[in-house]
């Protein structure tokens, strides 16, 4: 409630960049202390769930989406509001700056934003030597992407730069391959390129794990929401042939059709780049219920897109979703929706006749995959 009415008027009269990096600086300045974030996650924290995905274990099933913390220099401050899982990242093999600003745009009317951010970062090894030191209490992805100066003939070597420098600190690695932001990333989607990535990837995973006398690393793959459904059905099989551990569905959107509310001259304005929130919910779930169909609910999928309360994250997970993810929604209503989609989740699941959330993943995947 003092996000909704005090904090975010505040915060919505800055530069939407701005604000993020104030937020983000703010919250790691401020529970730098542990018996500070230890009282924080008291109030926040939600574990009645007992989730195990992909060989961790989960307390609740609500995660933070790749791209909000990008190094990894505010996870364990926000794991404290009671998050599941942290994914950190996209970070890329070197640092590189990104986009020229502004490059962040917020379309409140349609709760929604646009970005085009272009994987601003400080480089793997910042992030691996900052996490070293800061590991958040709780599951921690680190997503990794190719860096921009690197051609997209050459990106194996480039994503496998980056997996050297974080898998030892990652309880999960996502594979980022459809950011609209990197010109021609999203071509690694197709069918030899996933498959040689992907299996380049998971043959350095398997030899260090063998190394280090330990179990490979949980790789994930996170896709678009602009493939139709052919695109859907190749990444499926080459997620299956290469062993893969999950999907996370989805990324941001370059589409501009489910903008209801905000007037046109505005979204031109914006130019280009990737669509999240509201605008983008039916789509994504419309992707996590294909996955879940078309793995026959064997694969685990992460869903995202456009999840704002409770009643949206149990739409991912009845279209298949074992676990969600959110961030424009963190930005619209603060630290509270965290505890808030917890606590919404278990009454809607005493209420639903499922034992557990486990139970309920993809029972209306067939419903949801046709909307
Ligand atoms: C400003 C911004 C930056 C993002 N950066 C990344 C990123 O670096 N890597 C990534 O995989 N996804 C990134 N995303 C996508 C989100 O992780 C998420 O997939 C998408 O926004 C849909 O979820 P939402 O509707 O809850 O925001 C970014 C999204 C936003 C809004």
Known sequence: M??????????????????????LHALAVALKDGSLRQLIARRYHRSAFGLRCFGLSFANPVGLAAGFDKNGTGAQALAAFGFGFIEVGTVTHTAQPGNPRPRLFRLPLDRALINRA?????????????LKTHRPDCVLGINIGKSRAVEIEDAIPDYLASFDLVYELADYIAVNVSSPNTPHLRELQQADRLGALLGALQERNRELAARE????????????PDLNIGEVEMIVGVAERTDISGIIATNTTTSRGELRHTPRSNVTACGEGGLSGVPLRARSTEVVAALYRLTGGKLPIIGVGGIFNAADAWEKITAGASLVQLYTG????????VRDINDGLMKILDQSG??????AVGSRARELAAA
């Open 354 to 359: 499922f034992r557990s959330l486990t139970e």
């Open 2 to 23: 003092l996000y909704r009415s005090v904090l975010r008027p505040l915060l919505f009269r800055l530069p939407p960049e701005t604000a993020h990096e104030m937020v």
């Open 213 to 224: 006398g330990r179990a490979p690393v949980p790789l994930l793959v996170k896709i678009s």
């Open 118 to 130: 272009g994987f601003n970062n400080d480089g793997a090894a910042a992030l691996a030597s900052h």
């Open 330 to 337: 963190f930005v619209y209503q603060g630290v509270e929706i």
